[in-house]
C-alpha cells in the first residue's frame, strides 16, 4: 500500500532551523501528479494546515510560517521537503506530510504519514 515515511524531527533551540523530509512510495500515479503537503499537530491541540505544493506547482503557506518554512519536493526522488528557520517554540509540534492525487478538497488528502515530532525550546 501507499507510505508516506517522515523524517528529520528533533528537539532544536529557538532560531534554529531543520529540514523534514517525507519519502513516499507505492502511489499509484506519478508522484507529480500528487499534491502534497504538510500539517502539524501542536500538544492538545487541532491538526493543522502548514503548506502545500499543488501537483500544479504552485504552493501555499499558512499565515504563521510564511517566510520562515519552505515547501519543496525532489520528483526523482519521490521527497517532500519542509525547510524551516527561524523557529519558534509554537512551532513545536508532530509534522505529518499528506498526498492527494491532483487538487484536495480543502483537508481531506488521501494518504497521511505517521509524523515526525518537531520539539522547539526556548
Known amino acids: 500500500q501507499v507510505q508516506l515515511v517522515e523524517s528529520g524531527g528533533g528537539l532544536v533551540q529557538a532560531g534554529d532551523s531543520l529540514r523534514l523530509s517525507c519519502v513516499a512510495s507505492r502511489l499509484p500515479f506519478g508522484f507529480t501528479q500528487y499534491s502534497v503537503a504538510w500539517f502539524r499537530q501542536p500538544p492538545g491541540k487541532e491538526r493543522e494546515f502548514v503548506a502545500v505544493q499543488l501537483w500544479t506547482g504552485g504552493t501555499q503557506y499558512a499565515n504563521s510560517v510564511k517566510d520562515r518554512f519552505v515547501i519543496s519536493r525532489d520528483k526523482p526522488r519521490n521527497t517532500l521537503y519542509l525547510d524551516m528557520s527561524s523557529l519558534r517554540p509554537d512551532d513545536t509540534a508532530v509534522y505529518l506530510c499528506?498526498?492527494?492525487?491532483?487538487?484536495?478538497?480543502?483537508?481531506?488528502?488521501?494518504?497521511w504519514g505517521q509524523g515526525t515530532q518537531v520539539t522547539v525550546s526556548s
Open positions: 499528506a498526498a492527494n492525487f491532483h487538487t484536495p478538497d480543502q483537508q481531506e488528502y488521501q494518504y
